[in-house]
């Protein structure tokens, strides 16, 4: 299988805490996208980052990626109630022509505690 | 990022029975797809959906299962057949986009419907 190994797989935290997920994927990336999904609903898009960037920010969320060792982190500061999803990251494995399929990860499920 | 609603959003369904999933969005899209979330589980991709033309379905899935129709830029449709309660799973349909810049090159992304959760008993 070529999904994405992501941990932890599951997450506790108070709230006001940062919380970071781990990625790991298996081939060459074009780029990498986190995404959240609230309760068996729909995926928001978070963020992509691009094979080329190493670091990227959107708000409370800092995305880092490793090329070298296939890994991406998540970290979301200052944590809410909110928050409380599961987290996906997606792979774009840069193939030719029309098809931009995605490979998501095992996903992290963050609760955030009052 | 384009507007997408499914139809219907649940559904409980009897063994042998067939469904059918309605993916609309509010702008021409090139880039469709259909995605199986088993519970607890990431999503895996059914199949890439064509406009004019059959779709292009992943190892595993097959079209007699799982048909899908595309008549259009902004409407799809997946059908789940001869269900089983191994099929009970959410199913999202997402679009793809592509932008290029000179800097960047080609960046790809999806943006997802709100799922169809489907029981099967």
Redesign the interface.
């Known amino acids: 299988s070529q999904?994405g190994e992501e941990d932890p797989q599951a997450l506790s935290i108070q709230e006001g805490e940062n919380a970071t997920m781990n990625c790991s994927y298996k081939t060459s990336i074009?780029?990498l996208?986190w995404?959240r999904q609230n309760s068996?609903?729909?995926?928001?898009?978070l963020i992509?980052i691009?094979s080329?960037e190493r670091e990227k920010h959107s708000g409370r969320l800092r995305v880092t990626l490793d090329t070298s060792k296939k890994s991406s982190s998540l970290l979301i500061t200052a944590s809410r109630a909110a928050d409380t999803a599961s987290y996906?990251c997606?792979t774009?494995e840069g193939y030719g022509g029309?098809?931009?399929?995605?490979i998501?990860?095992?996903?992290t499920l963050l609760a955030v505690q009052p | 990022?384009a507007v997408?609603s499914?139809k219907p959003s649940r559904d409980i369904c009897q063994r042998g029975t067939s469904l059918t999933i309605q993916c609309q969005v509010d702008s021409q899209v090139?880039?469709m797809?259909w995605y199986r979330q088993q519970p607890g589980?990431?999503?895996?991709?059914i199949a890439?959906a064509n406009q004019g033309s059959e779709a292009?379905y992943e190892s595993g899935f097959v079209i007699d299962k799982f048909p899908i129709s595309r008549p259009n830029l902004t409407f799809s449709t997946l059908t789940v057949s001869n269900m089983s309660p191994e099929d009970s799973s959410?199913y999202?349909c997402?679009v793809?986009t592509?932008y290029s810049s000179r800097i960047?090159g080609?960046?790809?992304?999806?943006?997802?419907?709100?799922?169809t959760?489907l029981t099967v008993l």
């Open positions: 999904q074009n780029n996208q995404y068996g609903r729909g995926l928001v898009h992509l691009r080329n996906f997606a774009d029309a098809t931009n399929k995605l998501f990860g095992t996903g | 990022s997408i499914q090139t880039m797809f589980q990431s999503l895996t991709l890439t292009t959410i999202l997402s793809g592509r960047h080609r960046t790809d992304t999806q943006y997802f419907g709100p799922g959760r």
